[in-house]
Structure formats: structure tokens, C-alpha cells
């Protein structure tokens, strides 16, 4: 919207205005002389010049309104045009241009208002439809960026009573009725786009949703197709399948991925979901490659940057991993930045960098506490940083969440690092009982039934170890 909108507010023409002095009216015709030459900062001061002497000049505020939004002072243009919707209320062109202005200071609300009152003047003046269109496609827009769906389609549909049939407006009242949740309305709209263009890769995907979400996935697969048959360019017929492959599983999701991303090598999301369907088959060299190539599209996306730190950790290679794990937590949001975290901990860790891991790794379980794996690495590092009692704490919480032999195994060294023997030795039978090939387990049972002064029990216990090869229970044995 704002690029369709600042090209009307640039071709607007400044009316010719009565004025009472000769010097004056030079100096507002040097001044629009200098603005139509690009001479802005020049422009400015010759505006302004005509209004200290005439506050009511309408030319002269136009003027100094429009050289201001040129020049990026989106404060000072707003001023002048809201002096023009004062001095003549009834014009079109000073409520459409305050519009365009609020629109890119980011005030939707604001800019809702003044292109409506542009419409409602506008047509009170009888403007031609082709003039009242930037101010009915603004309208809608802003109402759209507060989130007000539902009027907005109102308002494109007052539109469309002017301008009928318009595809952008067309357009608007289609995909606003979707976002308003009255996908039934929308669904007559996006087949008049369709009709009048079959391949609009926006029509035809909102098409598919809403068949999907009435349970009838075949018959949006089938209007998919139809537009892929009638799709003209390569990058239209990537868009299509790159839709078509959300619904599809397997090798025939893989097959249109890959189709997609031949056919536009720089569609990212198809490099992406492809990478994704690669890491679910078990393929991460595959998985690697097709987020590199999206990365080389979209460097700055967190997805992609995620997507790469997952492949390079499934495939052991723990410092990439970690690097763009970092940047994936620098970049990201919510469920996304904590997945990144994660992988960042967990290089760490391998990267035997047990400082670092503790201290991510403490921030992920402080804002997702019910992650066994986080609370897992979490306790190893502790561990490994001779913080027993804090890696005790951490695999006890690890266990609980997702009780295993290695979980088990590994707390029963930490209890039994802290001192704690009886619960070292309750939890190591249970690990040798969940995994009686354990050797460390059977090692760490024998110190802890040692310390407790059951010796016997103790040798049966390192006796096991040796046997399943465990060099340090040989030496205890002799």
C-alpha cells in the first residue's frame, strides 16, 4: 500500500491559488518551480516563506507538505496536511495525502480515518472512480493493519460498488473475509480471481484451505492442480507445488519439493520444507544441503538458521551446529529460539565447553522446564564442572520427566559423587535393572555399595563390569 499510495500523493498537482501580492505569488511559483526539480530543501523554505505571509495559502501548505514527505519528515508533512483538511474540509486531496502520511508513521487508525473522510468527500464531489481507488484501497489497508478484517471487506465491497470487478480490490475482499473467519463468503470472491486468472497463487491456496479445513483434502488437491495447469511461468508453478506439497506426505511431498525448487531455484520455503521432509527420512547430508541452499535465498531467517544448526547436529558436526544455533536464538521467537538454544547448549557440551552449556542450558529449562534432554545435558555439564549436587538436581529432574537407564545411570554418579551412597545405590539398581550391559553403571554400584561397607556386593558388582569390558573394575578386582 504505501508504494501504490506515496506514487498518487507524488502525482498529485498542487492547485492554483488566489494571491493578494505579486511577491508572494512569485515566490509559491519558485517554490513549486524547485519542488517539481527535486530542489526540496530549497522548496521548503520558499513554501514556508508564503506562509508567514499568508497562513491561508491552500497552495503553499500542499506544497511545503508534500517536499516535507519527500524529505522523510513524515512529522512535519502530517502538519501541513491536516492544515489542509482545516482550511477546506470538503477537498479530497488533503485527507487522502494525511492518510497516506499516518499510514507510514504507523498509525492504521488514524489513517482508517482520513481515507475514509477522503472517500466520503471524494464522492460527495463526484471524483471519478479511478481517483477515489487510492482512497478506497488505503482504507481498506489500514483497516486491515488493526486487524479490523471484517470492516475492511466492508469497505472494499463499497469499493467494488464503484469500481467494479477490480482485481485488487477483488482481491482485498477475498483474503479480508478469510482473515475475518467467514471463509464461505470468501470462497465465491476467490473463484471470480480465478476465473479472470487460474493461476493467482494467493486464490488458489486460499481455495485449498478451505476446502481442507471442510475435510475435503482431494478436492483442494484438485483445484492445486488446476492451477498449476494453467500456470504460464516456472516461479507460479514453484508457488503452486510448494502449496500442493503442505498436503501431501512422503516420497510424493519429497517429488514436488524437489520439482518446486528446479523450477525456482530461489523459492527459500521450498528449500526449507524440503530440508524438513530430508531430516524426517533420516537423510541430513540431503537435509544439509537443501537449508544451505535456502540460506543462500534467506540468510536472516530464523527457520532456515534452525534448520541448519539440526542438520549439522544429526550429522555430528557439533561447532557448525553451535554457530548457527547462536544465530537462530539471536533471531528468533518463542518455541523456534528455544529449540535454538538447545542445540546451542548441547554443542557446548560437546565442545566439552561445560561453562557455556550450563549457562544456556539454564536458561532453556528456566523457560521450558518440562525438557527432559535440556535437563539432562544440563546435569552432565554440571557434573563434568564438579557440581554434584547441582547436576543431582538436574538428572533427578531429567529422570522424572523421562525415566531411562543412561538417565538413571548417570544420576546414580552424581549421588554418588555428592556423597549421598544410599541413593546412589537405589538409583543405580534400577539402571543396572534397566540395562543389565552397563558397565560404568555396575562400576559406579560397586563404589557406592563400598561405601556403604557391603563389600561382597560390591566385588559382584564390579565383577559384572570387567566382564562387559570395563578396564577400571579390572583394576578394583585384583
Given at each position: ?140 489497508k ?46 465465491p ?17 486460499q ?64 528449500h ?5 521432509a ?5 537423510n ?25 544448526a ?37 554443542s ?14 539454564s ?54 559423587s ?45 565383577q ?12 578394583l578386582?585384583?
Amino acid at each position: 500500500m504505501r508504494h501504490l499510495l506515496c506514487a498518487a500523493l507524488v502525482v498529485l498537482s498542487l492547485g492554483s491559488a488566489q494571491q493578494n501580492q505579486a511577491a508572494t505569488q512569485q515566490t509559491l511559483q519558485q517554490a513549486q518551480a524547485a519542488l517539481e526539480a527535486g530542489r526540496l530543501n530549497e522548496a521548503v523554505r520558499g513554501f514556508e516563506a508564503v506562509i508567514a505571509r499568508d497562513f491561508t495559502n491552500y497552495s503553499a501548505h500542499f506544497g511545503l507538505g508534500l517536499a516535507l514527505y519527500r524529505l522523510g519528515d513524515l512529522r512535519g508533512a502530517a502538519f501541513e496536511f491536516t492544515q489542509l483538511t482545516v482550511l477546506d474540509p470538503n477537498r479530497f486531496e488533503g485527507w487522502f495525502n494525511l492518510g497516506v502520511v499516518r499510514d507510514r508513521q504507523g498509525q492504521a487508525a488514524e489513517a482508517a480515518e482520513a481515507f475514509a473522510k477522503a472517500v466520503e468527500v471524494g464522492e460527495r464531489a463526484n471524483l471519478g472512480p479511478a481517483d477515489l481507488k487510492p482512497a478506497y484501497v488505503g482504507q481498506v489497508k489500514a483497516l486491515r493493519g488493526q486487524g479490523q478484517h471484517e470492516a475492511a471487506a466492508n469497505a472494499a465491497r463499497k469499493g467494488l460498488e464503484k469500481l467494479p470487478g477490480d482485481p485488487e480490490l477483488t482481491s482485498l475482499l477475498a483474503d479480508s473475509l478469510v482473515r475475518a473467519g467467514k471463509p464461505l463468503e470468501a470462497l465465491p470472491v476467490l473463484y471470480q480471481i480465478v476465473s479472470r486468472e487460474p493461476s493467482n497463487v494467493q486464490a488458489v491456496s486460499q481455495i485449498a484451505d478451505i476446502y481442507v479445513a471442510q475435510g475435503l483434502p482431494q478436492r483442494a488437491l484438485r483445484e492445486i492442480d488446476r492451477g498449476l495447469e494453467a500456470a504460464q511461468d516456472n516461479s507460479t508453478r514453484a508457488q503452486l507445488l510448494l502449496k500442493k506439497s503442505t498436503l501431501q506426505q512422503g516420497r510424493e511431498q519429497t517429488a514436488s519439493l524437489q520439482e518446486a525448487v528446479r523450477l525456482d531455484p530461489k523459492l527459500w520455503a521450498a528449500h526449507y520444507n524440503l530440508g524438513v521432509a530430508q531430516l524426517r527420512e533420516g537423510n541430513a547430508r540431503g537435509a544439509l544441503e537443501s537449508f544451505q541452499n535456502a540460506y543462500a535465498q534467506n540468510p536472516e531467517e530464523p527457520k532456515i538458521l534452525l534448520g541448519l544448526a539440526t542438520a549439522y547436529d544429526r550429522l555430528g558436526r557439533a561447532a557448525e551446529a553451535g554457530r548457527f544455533a547462536a544465530m537462530a536464538a539471536r533471531l528468533g521467537q518463542g518455541n523456534e529460539r528455544l529449540e535454538a538454544l538447545f542445540l546451542q547448549g548441547k554443542s557446548a557440551y560437546t565442545l566439552r565447553r561445560y561453562n557455556e552449556a550450563v549457562e544456556l542450558l539454564s536458561q532453556l529449562t528456566q523457560q521450558k522446564p518440562d525438557n527432559a534432554e535440556a535437563w539432562f545435558l544440563l546435569g552432565v555439564s554440571q557434573f563434568n564442572l564438579k557440581d554434584y549436587a547441582a547436576a543431582a538436581a538436574s538428572l533427578e529432574r531429567a529422570q522424572s520427566l523421562a525415566p531411562s537407564a543412561a538417565t538413571a545411570a548417570n544420576l546414580g554418579a552424581a549421588l554418588y559423587s555428592a556423597g549421598r551412597y544410599s541413593d546412589a545405590e537405589r538409583v543405580l539398581s534400577q539402571a543396572v535393572a534397566l540395562d543389565n550391559r552397563n558397565p560404568v553403571a555396575w562400576y559406579n554400584l560397586g563404589l557406592a555399595l563400598r561405601s556403604l561397607g557391603r563389600a561382597a556386593e560390591a566385588r559382584r558388582a564390579w565383577q559384572r563390569s570387567a566382564e562387559l569390558g570395563y578396564g577400571p573394575a579390572r583394576e578394583l578386582l585384583r
